[in-house]
């Protein structure tokens, strides 16, 4: 409990002198929870992990061989995923808890090793051949798979993020890639629309009673990738007509989730976005102007900003459960 709670109680006369001193007796003296940090520096092992095998290949290549490495880095993967699957829990449509403290790291380092070996395996001997989309469809099956499969949000993270790539491939015409020229309106248009699909997916899935807890995650990408690629096409494409009232639709969606949820994360990235395309559409109509009035825009706009979001509870209050 917070020193601040404690006087306030005490002023109001809602705790005896004796039951406080007994709370911050009892607060100083309980163990400190060390969860989130150790997650975190498993979560950095298994990054800095595959960073090492990846230095370990580069120093080696020449006397191992590529074939050797390749069959060593899929001999792990799937030692991984051997681990994943023996000791997995039955399947169910809510959230289950994890059978081992570093089961969700083992299948998270099984992914990993899986996308090292493909991209291994493809830049040496081009098993994919020109076909990029197939490199990215692979392993969004894989990993979409295994995330309901074995309820893991870290696997559904790369699964999204494999959708994101193959769907970008998939619309991307060759010569864009081959002239890395990314000012596509087929990237733009497909970011919007994953970015749409990521948001209602959530929506089914509560309603349908089915992965409830994984909302979190298909709307963080959601509100990302949607709202980036409105952003991107009002600047990089100059269609500010059709891209701005989308951008205007996606704020007000991610408020109102916001408002129902109280989320503040939410509405704080809501309105950034907002701000980022409203004050991007008043420069494109209000130029040559003076210093002075960009400076007192930039001062008065941003301080109302903070305030908004300083003063979110009342905001975000409202009756529903």
């Given at each position: 409990m917070r020193p601040y709670i404690l006087r306030d109680l005490l002023r109001q006369e809602l705790l005896t002198p004796e039951d406080a001193a007994?709370?911050?007796?009892?607060?100083?003296?309980?163990?400190?929870?060390?969860?989130?940090?150790?997650?975190?520096?498993?979560y950095l092992g298994v990054i800095l992990l595959n960073l090492g095998l990846g230095f370990l290949i580069y120093q080696n290549i020449d006397t191992v061989g590529h074939a050797v490495l390749i069959a060593l880095i899929g001999a792990a993967g799937a030692g991984c995923f051997w681990y994943a699957i023996r000791h997995r829990q039955p399947f169910s449509a809510g959230e289950t808890e994890s059978p081992t403290p570093y089961y969700d790291y083992i299948l998270l380092l099984g992914c990993f090793l899986f996308l090292i070996m493909e991209g291994y395996a493809q830049f040496q001997y081009q098993i994919f051949g020109t076909r990029y989309g197939l490199a990215t469809f692979?392993?969004?099956?894989?990993?979409?798979?295994?995330?309901?499969?074995?309820?893991?949000?870290?696997?559904l993270s790369l699964g999204i993020t494999a959708l994101a790539s193959w769907l970008g491939l998939a619309v991307t015409p060759r010569e864009l890639l081959s002239n890395n020229d990314f000012n596509s309106a087929s990237i733009v248009h497909a970011g919007v629309f994953l970015g749409a699909t990521l948001s209602i997916v959530p929506f089914v899935?509560?309603?349908?009673?089915?992965?409830?807890h994984f909302s979190l995650t298909y709307l963080n990408f959601g509100v990302h990738i949607g709202m980036i690629s409105c952003l991107a096409g009002m600047m990089a494409l100059?269609?500010?007509?059709?891209?701005?009232p989308l951008l205007c639709l996606a704020v007000g969606f991610f408020i109102w989730y916001a408002r129902t949820r109280h989320s503040l994360y939410?509405?704080?990235?809501?309105?950034?976005?907002?701000?980022?395309?409203?004050?991007?559409?008043?420069?494109?109509?209000?130029?040559?102007?003076?210093?002075?009035f960009y400076l007192?825009?930039?001062?008065?706009?941003?301080?109302?900003?903070?305030?908004?979001l300083m003063n979110n509870k009342r905001f975000t209050k409202t009756d529903a459960p």
């Open positions: 007994k709370i911050e007796q009892f607060e100083s003296a309980k163990p400190f929870s060390l969860h989130w940090e150790l997650k975190t520096l498993l692979l392993p969004m099956v894989l990993f979409f798979g295994l995330a309901y499969r074995l309820d893991n949000r870290g696997v899935s509560e309603r349908l009673h089915f992965k409830k100059d269609q500010r007509v059709l891209y701005f939410f509405l704080t990235v809501a309105v950034v976005y907002g701000y980022i395309g409203v004050t991007y559409m008043l420069f494109h109509f209000v130029r040559d102007m003076d210093f002075l007192l825009y930039f001062i008065l706009s941003s301080t109302g900003v903070i305030i908004f």
